[in-house]
């Protein structure tokens, strides 16, 4: 049970905003040294925790070309782009995205999105744009609000409709532990069906919350033109 | 055949090349300290081939990422101040290449998957040509070459080395949450190694009432939930939460449909992916590489869905899987 105390160091480091790296990284040294681990053995966990774990990092990559296009207009082109099409708003905009995300995810082809890939050169600057035509003008607050959900849109897309697709690595982990450990014979096919209701029901649920998003971001921004018409009286003044 | 060793070294190539833009930049703040840390990450994706290899030492790596970590945390890793594109150059741009500028930002995914779907007739002399353990990876590397090439025939800067300088800027703005998502794995592994998941198996089964159904249920899915919150992913709390609740209680108790149990248990724990700092890669990296000025708005944008999604699995386990 001693061991819990490195859970607590890691969920009161985060709520008093410290340094996360710092953090995780006195919080895994206390565990192991509660665990029993010596000083070698710990470092040792640090370098093979570093070297098989290189693969979240692989996101880099994709820098170099992002930033190309970003020099030569990119997100300005996506904005012009939706911008023409009256009907899209940031809500609508995402919930396509959405959508687009979850069906590709659960047919295999998650490497086709990605916050990096997609979400900061093409899907967040369509939403801006689309809020952009509506109000003439986004203030930083509701620029913030259209990123955490852009970013969100890709999260909810493609962790519950990833698990729909036999070959990921959630439903071989789920599978491959219960049969060695429990001598059943379950089919991946079987845990991707029972996947499909909890997907429909985050696409509802998602879905929902991203239409009722242009309705706060509506009210938001009438908050905004009062305050910066009151800030302007009071000046004339 | 193309090893995913390769895509690391690609990868390593970058960060020692940022870093070499980063030193030979004058007017950096932090020249010489983000620098430093930014060449020594690079280093450490070379060095780990052979520690993944087991032929090299793991614990100079570990020393190695100990001093990214202070140097990251001590604030002598900074943010240069960039020259690129003004907005309204961006804009005379954008009007000149118009929809053209698409075509690089559509070339990464579709290269990707197209190379993901033939990979397995992909070979030379019988050896499949990508890495068959790690398709995926390989496919977003050479998708990402491909792009850039691409880019640079459509768009011609005058300077071929814009793609390297622009995602400088990029990276600079991501910084230190760069790091973060492979030192949590690490953490996730100490604490496996030291114990911390049995001690919440059995804090978790010692809350459960005996003979109640809804109580195993909703003890298995929560515990998924908050376990999947502690650890940052759900891969590390699925074996200690069946062993504790799922297979004795809810299978072999109450004679549930083990995929069932087991498929909904798991998206149980993707709730708890969307409102954890812990899953730095999906939640923290983005607000990151979106600039937003609250590093937890991503979380704040999910957990209106995850609290809900989580009630609903807890609502389709009960009432599907137990006839």
Known sequence: MLVLIGVLLVVVGFAIRLNPLIVVTVAGIVTALLGGMNPAQILDSFGTGFASSRSVTIFVAVLPVVGIIEFFGLQE???????????????RVLIGYLAVRQIT???GLTSIGGHAQTVRPL????????????????????SEKIKGHAAGADNVGVFFGEDVFVAVGSILLITTFVDTTYHLHLEPLQLALWAIPSAIAAFLIHGFRLLRLDKQ?????????????LETAGEAK | MINVEAVYWLVGILFVAWASLIAADTNHPRRWGSAAFWGLLGLCFFYSTWVQAGTAPAWILGVAVLVLVVLASTGLLGHGKHRTSTGPERESYAKRFGNK??????????????????APVLSIGGTPLLDPKNTTLVALAIGAVAAVVVALLILKPKNPATPLFESRRILESIGWAALLPQMLTTLGILFTKAGVGTAVGTLASGLLPKGSLIAGVLVYCIGMFLFTVLMGNGFAAFPIMTAAIGWPVLVQGFHGDPAIIFAIGMLAGFCGTLCTPMAANFNLVPSALLEMKNKYGVITAQVGTAIPLLAVNIALMYFLAFH
Request: hydrophobic content about 55%; aromatic content about 8%.
């Open chain 1, 217 to 229: 971001l509506d009210k938001e921004y009438r908050e905004f033109e009062l305050t910066a018409a």
């Open chain 2, 101 to 118: 500028l698409f075509i690089p930002a559509l070339t990464l995914p579709l290269v990707t998957v197209i190379l993901v779907l033939a």
């Open chain 1, 105 to 107: 995810a659960a047919v």
């Open chain 1, 77 to 91: 082109q996506a904005k012009t782009l939706i911008g023409r099409l009256a009907k899209l708003t940031a809500g």
């Open chain 1, 123 to 142: 899907v967040f600057p369509m939403a801006e744009g689309a809020a952009l035509r509506r109000y003439g003008h986004v203030p930083e607050k509701i």
